[in-house]
Each structure stands twice: as C-alpha cells, then as structure tokens.
C-alpha cells in the first residue's frame, strides 16, 4: 500500500511539474530526493503554511507543490507560521471549503471522497500551491 501510495504521489508531483511554464514564480527542487534539506518526516495530513510564499508538507517536505496523499476519511490540517498573510484556496473541479486570509492559527479539512484537490494561496496564487491526493 505505501508503494502504491509513494508511487501515485510521484505521478501528482511530476504531473503538476510538466504543468509548469516560465511565469517567473519560484520553483523548487523541494522534495526531490537528494535536493531536499529539510525531508519532513512529520505525520501524513499536516501541511506548514510558511514564514516565506510556501507550502510545505510536514511528512514528506515537498512545497510548492506540498503533495501529500490520505485515504478517504483522512485530514489535512494547515498551520502557518511566521507572520505573512496567506490562505487555503480550493481550486480546480474537485474542491473543497476555503480558509480565510490569516497570519496564524490552523485550518483542517477532512475529506471523505477519493480524487486529487488542488490549492493555492489566495494572497500568492500559483507561487504558492499544493495537491491533497484523497485514495
């Protein structure tokens, strides 16, 4: 299962890196093996809303995109840290509830049906993003 998992969560990644144009926003290497300095390791669900334009998931330490991948039922849980404003903003066909604009504090989302959820930052758009894959 986690085989499965690892390997459907690459699939997402390199999906949403063949996406990618030259907009001029940041990219990161984040997440790839041997390019990450901060690997996570951190429980499944749990995304930083960072100090910087940055998601960045706690489990595995990708960011921008943070992909991270829940069975069904499952929670994601957003905590920012520092002091920058930012959101949680569903986009694309499947969706979810939006958080507000904040600077601190928590937002959680359980999500109970299987698909691939995409978000980014009201505030940063598509400089600061991230996938939830729900199997």
Not at 67 to 90: N, Y
Not at 96 to 117: D, E, H, L, M, P
């Amino acid at each position: 299962m986690r085989l499965i998992t690892a390997a459907i969560g690459c699939l997402a990644l390199a999906s949403l890196a063949g996406c990618g144009g030259s907009s001029g926003a940041p990219s990161s290497t984040t997440g790839v093996p041997g390019n990450n300095p901060n690997p996570g390791g951190g429980p499944v669900g749990a995304v930083t809303v960072g100090p910087n334009v940055e998601f960045v998931s706690s489990h595995n330490g990708s960011q921008n995109p943070a992909v991270d991948t829940i069975p069904v039922g499952g929670t994601i849980t957003w905590t920012w840290s520092g002091g920058l404003l930012h959101s949680v903003q569903s986009v694309g066909s499947t969706s979810f509830a939006s958080s507000s604009t904040k600077t601190a504090g928590t937002y959680a989302v359980t999500f109970s049906a299987a698909g691939t959820y995409q978000y980014d930052c009201a505030v940063h758009g598509s400089a600061m993003r991230g996938t939830v894959v729900v199997q």
